[in-house]
């Protein structure tokens, strides 16, 4: 089992729905949640950074982490165009290797 | 824009020859990490430098090195390059020491080994 899951999509929305984009993951350890936005041919942008169970918000996103299932969520509401891009998720742990891994990514499409 | 740099943007070499890819990070940020993407995969972490010190290394090997200097600015060098090393390579700096601190990405090299 790989240490974490994310579905590669792609995923098409139309304008303006709600996205759900998730991971899951097998390693209690990780205790650092990222997600990050890759536009075509840019690095990634880091969007949502958590480090507990719940919700965080920011704008449009909303990141949830279930520590006891091993599941991560993004949700973006009011879904626009400019939101194509692929979705990251990222985890990490703090211990004397500092590992952090990366899902393989969402492709993500919103139809005008 | 991060305020992260990458150069070349795209380089294209043969197998057996030797590649070394620049970085320029934000000033004030002390650690830099380089990842390896290959297509359609999540980034692989290579290794990170804190103040021109290796201080992490992910499972690649040691064809793979780097250097920090104290402007800001690091190398990745490849040597033997394979097949499999054609990849988008990403520098990220951060003011912080650890990895799971906040990184801030370039925009990337593309490589492409023929």
């Known amino acids: 089992q790989k240490e974490v899951e994310q579905d590669p999509g792609p995923l098409s929305v139309p304008e303006g729905a709600i996205v759900s984009l998730n991971c899951t993951y097998s390693?209690?350890?990780?205790?650092?949640f990222m997600w990050y936005r890759q536009y075509s041919r840019k690095g990634p942008e880091l969007l949502m950074y958590?480090?507990?169970?719940g919700n965080k918000e920011d704008g449009r996103f909303t990141a949830q982490v279930d520590k006891s299932s091993k599941y991560i969520s993004l949700f973006i509401r009011d879904s626009q165009p400019s939101d194509s891009a692929t979705y990251l998720c990222?985890?990490?742990?703090?211990?004397?290797?500092?590992?952090?891994?990366f899902g393989k990514g969402t492709r993500l499409h919103i139809l005008p | 824009e991060t305020g992260v740099t990458q150069s070349p943007t795209h380089l294209i070499k043969t197998r057996g020859q030797q590649v070394t890819l620049r970085c320029s990070s934000q000033s004030g940020h002390n650690t830099v990490s380089w990842y390896q993407q290959a297509l359609g995969q999540g980034p692989q972490f290579i290794f990170q430098?804190?103040?021109?010190?290796?201080?992490g290394r992910g499972n690649f090997p040691p064809r793979f090195s780097g250097l920090q200097f104290p402007n800001y600015s690091s190398e990745l060098n490849v040597n033997a390059l394979e097949l499999d090393d054609s990849a988008l390579y990403l520098c990220?700096?951060?003011?912080?020491?650890?990895?799971?601190?906040?990184?801030?990405f370039g925009p990337g090299t593309r490589l492409t080994v023929l």
């Open positions: 958590t480090y507990s169970s």
């Open positions: 990220a700096s951060s003011p912080g020491q650890r990895r799971t601190d906040t990184q801030y």
């Open positions: 430098y804190y103040r021109e010190e290796e201080n």
């Open positions: 990222a985890m990490g742990e703090r211990d004397r290797d500092d590992k952090i891994i």
């Open positions: 390693n209690s350890a990780f205790q650092y």
